[in-house]
Structures are given as structure tokens and as C-alpha cells.
């Protein structure tokens, strides 16, 4: 069973910075594809960043480019969101996710196995 602990969230005003780190275990890590999605309320889950663990091709929302980066550290099982200049727009909850194989839709959530508890991330 596929267990995703996220971590990193807060508080922080428009323009500044947060690292959110998901820790995933109870797989074997190889050939899958993880991603963060993010959900405010009265709105639709969203997909922000994917990133496939054996190749490391990653993939960006559009209002996100330029802004966040997806990372992984395969030691660790650990993949990573860098926010950078980050807008109020951006508050939401943000999920950890995984898939076990190829997608072509990355930032599409019905793609996704298993999925974090989440993380509160709030701009002002």
C-alpha cells in the first residue's frame, strides 16, 4: 500500500517562497510518475507539476511556469515543489500524488493512484 506524507506548507506573503517535500513509501520506486495538485475552495482539483521518477521529464501547469519547480530525490523517496514568487492566487491545499506507470496526462488527477493527506498553502 502506497503511503504519500506531504509536508512544507504555511503561511507566507505574495512574493516569497515555500519548498513543499512528499515523502512516499510501500512501493517499489521505479517507472512511475508523481505529481502535485493543489484545491481552493469552491474550486476544482487542479494539477501544478508532475514529474516521471525514471527519466525525470517534468511537466507545468501554465500559471505556474517560471515559478515552481518539481524535483525528486530518488535516495529518499522524496519528490519536491520550490514556490517561488508566489502570488495570493496560489492559496489552496496541496496534494502529493502517484501513478504507477505512463501517463501522457500528467496534471490530470483521475490519472492518479494514491494521494496525500495534503498541505495548506496561504498567500497574502
Known amino acids: 500500500h502506497v503511503q504519500l506524507v506531504e509536508s512544507g506548507g504555511g503561511s507566507v506573503q505574495a512574493g516569497g517562497s515555500l519548498r513543499l517535500s512528499c515523502a512516499a513509501s510501500g512501493y517499489t520506486y521505479s517507472s512511475i510518475c508523481m505529481g502535485w495538485f493543489r484545491q481552493a475552495p469552491g474550486k476544482e482539483r487542479e494539477g501544478v507539476a508532475a514529474?516521471?521518477?525514471?527519466?525525470?521529464?517534468?511537466y507545468y501547469a501554465d500559471s505556474v511556469k517560471g515559478r515552481f519547480t518539481i524535483s525528486q530525490d530518488n535516495a529518499k523517496n522524496t519528490i519536491y515543489l520550490q514556490m517561488n514568487t508566489l502570488r495570493p492566487e496560489d492559496t489552496a491545499m496541496y496534494y502529493c500524488?502517484?501513478?504507477?506507470?505512463?501517463?501522457?496526462?500528467?496534471?490530470?488527477?483521475?490519472?492518479?493512484?494514491?494521494w496525500g493527506q495534503g498541505t495548506q498553502v496561504t498567500v497574502s
Open positions: 500524488a502517484y501513478k504507477y506507470g505512463y501517463t501522457q496526462y500528467t496534471l490530470s488527477s483521475s490519472e492518479y493512484d494514491y
Open positions: 514529474i516521471f521518477t525514471d527519466g525525470g521529464d517534468t
